[in-house]
């Protein structure tokens, strides 16, 4: 097993520098909350509300939700309208429609526990108007709205009936008022849908949106049971493949090994260098300021010490000459010149400390400053150091990015808002006549879809006088497609194979390398992105052809194995029907890295087609 | 003004104010709101909160309480649980009312800088509507 692991973590390594794939820029928010709810009813006619990820059957059909309630908002809002803020009106919406659970929670009698339950709810239900109400009272208890519901609390006879009846009037003559102006303006609703796929985004038909053609009904199966050509191309090109490498084993391994060296190599060498840049820069900063500090003290000190030293040796000059004295006029007129002197030179020397300390009082002060600019000069520095290894990694760093990409399969490209346009076969709707819900059979919108393939939703709110024109997005959201519950595949792919026990035949070579198909079966899932999109866990049964005995002859193995990334890495165990030998296998989906298409040329073939 | 479902602390007498408060606080399920002071905001609030008081959702008894004098808050505090807001931070110079689960929690303060008007009085009763 170990023997094989070598070849595939150096192949990975190696490889990640010739894999290329679309830029992926995905999308996945939604302007308004709410405004439309995707519901999913699949193949077993189950309903399902499409949550993150956002992951839908290929083969299902959805039903799209307009909240026409939020639609009035956003419509109002659009043109100038809106009196009340959308979150209020959402509040009271809600309110409103639970007001009998509120009702009922207020009337509630009978033991204690049951009356607490009803007080949490009562309380659940009515906090959220009144605390809006109570947060926003400097802004809204000016407006109609707020006077009433204050009003109507005033009066405790009714219970909270009448505060009920005064929220249910208001909020009519709110939206009225809405539904007047926004009818009467001109702008107009749109509701488009795209299916995205490697070959660009097309705009499908939604019933009651637009007047595009609808596809013929199409299913992806979930289950394969022929081989799909592009899988035979690649079990071709594995066969090459393998057949190359294999009789080339030394020299591919020791490309690979040299190939791998050089890389690291080369790094340490620029990372070393960066390294070592950053350090003199810094030493060279510490050592300047040091420097500089030095050089402010070392002439004032050293004119200390000479003088200390002077002062020092006329001192004992002049305790010499106290000592001899004869007293005479002049010894005692040299006297006093000596004591002055010596006074003089004291006075001196208190003046060098003087400037000594203010020299030091001056760099003590500044030393905040200086400091600032060292930890400015090394913050620059570590900068730089960031900025240089990362731009060294930036490299790998998208490589790591495709080859996620790749494991997630992600071949189509995200598409976003401003991309996308809708065909003038969409419908122009006023609020009126939008419509509440539809449904999209998703066998309809392309019938070259593949499982990972996206569809996209948008909504848009638009007005096109010269006067006044806008458009404001109201939904953008991506949804992907996949196979949900049992499904299956069958991947061709170059396996490297290590006998358990024994050695092959012929050679020093310590595992070979086969093609193979895999009938694969996995269970997606609705929920669980890394698992639907990238780690996409499967079983199945491997068929490899092999040459044991390295006599040209091919053999046959048969195996059990799990796959996953999309199939692009499996593990396995198996067994060479002709020569009863045991194997494990590893195995990489191709075409990975550019692998297929760069492999060895010049050997001849030895392994006969399989599946052709 | 008559108030109903008020229980007006005497300011005269803390002795009798604390045992009164301490009274109202050991009657089982009662969901109390506090209004502290006299003034003319005082006043409007207690008169509402009086009102609201009245009600009693899925039979849990509402009582409104007046402080008028808030030297009395030291006497009766001791008598308070923490809830969403600590006994200890409510300075009722600042305060217009507090509101007073069923289990003796404070949870909700109503600052001066907000209108005691019937919607904030009912906001504090429904707040603290909680065991």
Redesign the interface.
């Known amino acids: 097993m170990r023997k094989i692991l070598l070849p595939l973590l150096l192949v990975l390594g190696l490889g990640a520098q010739t894999y290329a794939q679309t830029d992926s820029t995905a999308s996945n928010s939604s302007n308004v909350k709410d405004l439309i709810t995707v519901k999913e009813r699949d193949t077993n006619n189950k309903v399902h509300t499409v949550d993150k990820p956002f992951f839908v059957d290929i083969n299902s059909t959805l039903t799209i939700e307009i909240d026409t309630t939020v639609l009035l908002y956003e419509m109002a809002d659009a043109i100038g309208a809106q009196t009340y803020p959308t979150e209020l009106l959402e509040i009271i919406n809600e309110v409103l429609r639970k007001q009998q659970d509120i009702l009922t929670a207020v009337q509630t009698s009978g033991d204690r526990k049951t009356r607490l339950k009803a007080l949490d709810e009562f309380r659940g239900r009515m906090e959220p108007i009144l605390l809006y109400l109570y947060s926003n009272q400097d802004k809204l208890s000016s407006s109609s709205l707020y006077k009433e519901a204050n009003k109507a609390f005033s009066d405790s006879t009714q219970g909270y009936g009448l505060f009920f009846s005064t929220l249910n009037s208001e909020y009519k003559k709110i939206t009225d008022e809405y539904k007047s102006k926004v009818n009467a303006s001109s702008a107009y609703f749109q509701l488009g849908g795209w299916l995205n796929t490697s070959d660009g985004e097309e705009q499908f038909h939604i019933p009651g949106f637009d007047s595009l053609a609808q596809g013929a009904i199409v299913s992806i199966p979930k289950f394969t049971t022929s081989v799909p050509p592009a899988e035979k191309d690649a079990f071709n090109e594995a066969r090459n493949l393998a057949d190359s490498i294999n009789a080339n084993m030394d020299s591919f391994l020791t490309t690979i090994k040299t190939g791998v060296d050089t890389q690291i190599s080369d790094v340490e060498s620029k990372v070393k260098i960066i390294i070592d840049g950053a350090y003199t820069t810094m030493e060279s900063d510490i050592r300047s300021l040091a420097s500089n500090l030095e050089s402010k003290f070392t002439g004032p000190v050293s004119t200390l010490k000479q003088d200390l030293n002077d002062f020092k040796t006329d001192v004992v000059k002049f305790v010499n000459d106290v000592k001899a004295l004869q007293l005479s006029t002049n010894d005692l007129v040299t006297l006093a010149e000596d004591a002055n002197t010596l006074y003089q030179k004291g006075k001196e020397i208190e003046n060098m400390g003087d400037s000594i300390w203010n020299i030091f009082k001056v760099e003590v002060e500044s030393l905040p400053s200086v400091a600032t600019q060292l930890k400015t000069d090394l913050t620059n520095s570590i900068q730089s150091v960031k900025t240089q290894l990362t731009a060294l990694g930036q490299p790998y760093l998208e490589e790591v990015q495709k080859l996620m990409s790749m494991l997630g399969e992600n071949r189509v490209a995200d598409l976003k808002e401003t991309a996308v346009n809708f065909s003038s076969s969409t419908f122009e709707l006023s609020y009126a006549k939008v419509p509440s819900h539809t449904e999209i059979d998703l066998r309809r919108i392309g019938a070259d879809r593949e499982p990972g393939d996206q569809i996209y939703f948008r909504a848009v709110v638009r007005r096109d006088s010269t006067s006044g024109a806008f458009e404001k997005s109201l939904f953008w959201r991506k949804y992907t497609m996949f196979h949900m519950g049992l499904n299956n595949s069958i991947r061709a792919s170059i396996v490297f194979l290590d006998k358990v026990n024994g050695d092959f035949s012929n050679t020093s070579s310590q595992f070979q390398l086969a093609p193979s198909y895999s009938a694969i079966f996995k269970i997606g899932t609705r929920h669980g992105k890394f698992y639907n999109q990238y780690l996409t866990p499967g079983l199945g049964v491997n068929v490899a052809t092999m040459d044991f005995d390295n006599n040209n002859n091919p053999e046959i193995g048969i195996g059990v194995t799990a796959a996953f990334f999309h199939d692009y890495v499996q593990i396995g165990y198996g067994m060479n029907m002709n020569t009863n030998d045991n194997y494990w296998m590893f195995g990489l989906r191709l075409p990975l890295f550019g692998w297929a298409t760069s492999a060895v040329q010049g050997t001849p073939t030895v392994t006969p087609p399989l599946g052709n | 003004m008559p108030l109903n479902n008020t229980t007006i602390l005497p300011s005269d007498s803390p002795e009798e104010a604390e045992q009164l408060f301490k009274s109202l606080i050991d009657e089982k399920?009662v969901v109390c709101v506090i209004v502290f002071g006299n003034d003319s905001v005082a006043q409007t609030a207690i008169k509402?909160a009086d009102?609201?008081a009245?009600?009693s959702?899925?039979?849990?008894k509402r009582r409104a309480v007046w402080m008028q004098s808030t030297g009395l808050w030291d006497n009766v505090k001791s008598y308070l649980k923490n809830g969403a807001v600590k006994v200890n931070s409510i300075d009722p110079a600042n305060l217009i009312a507090i509101g007073v689960s069923l289990s003796d929690k404070v949870e909700m303060e109503m600052p001066t800088s907000?209108?005691p008007?019937?919607?904030?009085m009912?906001?504090a009763f429904?707040?603290s509507?909680?065991?």
């Open positions: 399920d509402n009102v609201r009245a009600l959702p899925a039979g849990f907000k209108t008007d019937f919607i904030a009912e906001f429904v707040t509507s909680k065991q």
